[in-house]
T-cell receptor
Framework: DGGITQSPKYLFRKEGQNVTLSCEQN?????MYWYRQDPGQGLRLIYY???????QKGDIAEGYSVSREKKESFPLTVTSAQKNPTAFYLC?????????????????FGEGSRLTVL | DAKTTQPTSMDCAEGRAANLPCNHS???????VYWYRQIHSQGPQYIIH???NNETNEMASLIITEDRKSSTLILPHATLRDTAVYYC???????????FGTGTRLQVTL
């Protein structure tokens, strides 16, 4: 079945270590996104990519990095520069349309990765 | 970009209709209204979307007022599995500008 897969589901790391979260989709979607969610809060956009080999910063990109070498993959690295990395991380994909055009279409989300920094 | 306002929480008895309101008074003429829900510790799930007309699918109905300044998501027969946070979102045409607020926490009870 088509979908979007995140791994690992739970991750514990020591402070100061870099961590990479995996996100893979087989929906043939051009656009992929990373969101962060803190307890009781909405989703905040970290990075997004509208096409392979291109990505843009979202609202809270500091302390994070991404790559988009393949259409189906969009890994997120939480670096030691991220001051408060403990959070729930969500990856999503969509058929992105040009800005100002018709609606974007639905976002398909993964099940999330919960990162705890000790 | 249009913002939305939703009640923080709502309760609904199982088997009853759950009516979740959303205000989006600054919505533009070509912006769609989307609804997602997030069950605890899972990724959000798409429910329904609309522009002007009312919409219905197997999950829910969406009622949009004639002036498009507000909408209501209706779960016709709520079950315990519908307990979740429901997000009302105005789509500005590019997903990178979507804003997920804190949504409405719906608690379905016996």
């Amino acid at each position: 079945d088509g979908g979007i897969t995140q791994s690992p589901k739970y991750l514990f790391r020591k402070e100061g270590q870099n961590v990479t979260l995996s996100c893979e989709q087989n929906l043939n979607h051009d656009a992929m996104y990373w969101y962060r969610q803190d307890p009781g809060q909405g989703l905040r956009l970290i990075y997004y990519s509208q096409i392979v080999n291109d990505f843009q910063k979202g609202d809270i990109a500091e302390g994070y990095s991404v790559s988009r070498e393949k259409k189906e993959s969009f890994p997120l690295t939480v670096t030691s520069a991220q001051k408060n990395p403990t959070a729930f991380y969500l990856c999503a994909s969509s058929i992105e349309r040009l800005a100002g055009g018709a609606n974007t279409g639905e976002l398909f989300f993964g099940e999330g990765s919960r990162l705890t920094v000790l | 970009d249009a913002k939305t306002t939703q009640p923080t929480s709502m309760d609904c008895a199982e088997g009853r209709a759950a009516n979740l309101p959303c205000n989006h008074s600054t919505i533009s003429g070509n912006e769609y209204v989307y609804w997602y829900r997030q069950i605890h510790s899972q990724g959000p799930q798409y429910i329904i979307h609309g522009l002007k007309n009312n919409e219905t699918n197997e999950m829910a109905s969406l009622i949009i007022t004639e002036d498009r300044k507000s909408s209501t998501l209706i779960l016709p027969h709520a079950t315990l599995r519908d307990t979740a946070v429901y997000y009302c979102i105005v789509d500005p045409g590019t997903a990178s500008k979507l804003t997920f607020g804190t949504g409405t926490r719906l608690q379905v009870t016996l």
